[in-house]
C-alpha cells in the first residue's frame, strides 16, 4: 500500500527540539520531493520546508528557517523534520506529503500527520 | 511575498453548484499550477484538482478547476452539491522557491 505515516509528536517546552519521522512505503522513495506541511488547530494549511529527492537541495518556510531542519534517508525510506528552539506558534499537526511527479511543488500523497502541542 | 486569498466561507444547498475563488495577490497566477486540496475535519487533505483543471482517479467529475488571467484567480466549481461535499477547500501554488496556500474556504452545504 502506498502510503506515509507520520511520528515522533508529543508536547514539548518552549525553546525545546522535537524530531519528526515520516515513513514512507508502496512506492520509490528516493525519486520523489517530500513536504512538511503544518496546520495549527482551527486554522489553515502552511508550507514548512522540502526536500528534493537525494536531499541535496532545501528550501524552508521564514517562520521556520534557522530553526529547523529537514532531512531525509532514502536507505531507510524516511523523511526526518528536526526542530528545535520551538516556540508555542509552532503547535500544529505536522504532515508529510510527496511532491508530485512532474511538478514536484505540489502534493500527490499526504501521511496522516503528527501533533505537536508547545506548552509549558 | 506571493499570497493566496479566498472567501472565509461559502454556503449553496444540495443539487445546486458552488464556485471558489482564489486570488493572486501578484505576478501571473497563470505562470504556475494551481491545485485544490478537499479537507474534512479530523482528516488529512486529498487532493481535488491539480495542474488547474486536472481530476485525480476517484474524484468525480462535478469538481472542476479553471484559471482566469483576467482577474489572476484560479476557481473550484462542484457542481450537483452533495452533503458529502462539505469540508474546508485550500488552492496551492508556488513561486520559485516556496509552496503557498490559500487561507482556506469553508463550504457548508445545507
Known amino acids: 500500500e502506498v502510503q506515509l505515516v507520520e511520528s515522533g509528536g508529543g508536547l514539548v517546552q518552549p525553546g525545546g527540539s522535537l524530531r519528526l519521522s515520516c515513513a514512507a512505503s508502496?512506492?520509490?522513495?528516493?525519486?520523489?520531493?517530500m513536504h512538511w506541511v503544518r496546520q495549527a488547530p482551527g486554522k489553515g494549511l502552511v508550507w514548512v520546508s522540502r526536500?528534493?529527492?537525494?536531499?541535496?537541495?532545501?528550501s524552508y518556510a521564514d517562520s521556520v528557517k534557522g530553526r529547523f531542519t529537514i532531512s531525509r534517508d532514502n536507505a531507510k525510506n524516511t523523511l526526518y523534520l528536526q526542530m528545535n528552539s520551538l516556540r508555542a506558534e509552532d503547535t500544529a499537526v505536522y504532515y508529510c506529503?510527496?511532491?508530485?511527479?512532474?511538478?514536484?511543488?505540489?502534493?500527490?500523497?499526504w501521511g496522516r500527520g503528527t501533533l505537536v502541542t508547545v506548552s509549558s | 511575498n506571493f499570497m493566496l486569498t479566498q472567501p472565509h466561507s461559502v454556503s449553496e444547498s444540495p443539487g445546486k453548484t458552488v464556485t471558489i475563488s482564489c486570488t493572486g495577490s501578484?505576478?501571473?497566477?497563470?505562470?504556475?499550477?494551481v491545485q485544490w486540496y478537499q479537507q474534512r475535519p479530523g482528516s488529512a487533505p486529498t487532493t481535488v484538482i491539480y495542474?488547474?483543471?486536472?481530476?485525480p482517479s476517484g474524484v468525480p467529475d462535478r469538481f472542476s478547476g479553471s484559471i482566469d488571467s483576467s482577474s489572476n484567480s484560479a476557481s473550484l466549481t462542484i457542481s450537483g452539491l452533495k452533503t458529502e461535499d462539505e469540508a474546508d477547500y485550500y488552492c496551492?501554488?508556488?513561486?520559485?522557491?516556496?509552496?503557498?496556500f490559500g487561507g482556506g474556504t469553508k463550504l457548508t452545504v445545507l
Open positions: 495542474e488547474d483543471n486536472q481530476r
Open positions: 501578484s505576478g501571473s497566477i497563470a505562470s504556475n499550477y
Open positions: 496551492q501554488s508556488y513561486d520559485s522557491s516556496a509552496v503557498v
Open positions: 526536500i528534493n529527492s537525494d536531499g541535496s537541495s532545501t
Open positions: 506529503a510527496r511532491g508530485a511527479t512532474v511538478t514536484p511543488w505540489y502534493f500527490d500523497l
Open positions: 508502496g512506492f520509490t522513495f528516493s525519486s520523489y520531493w
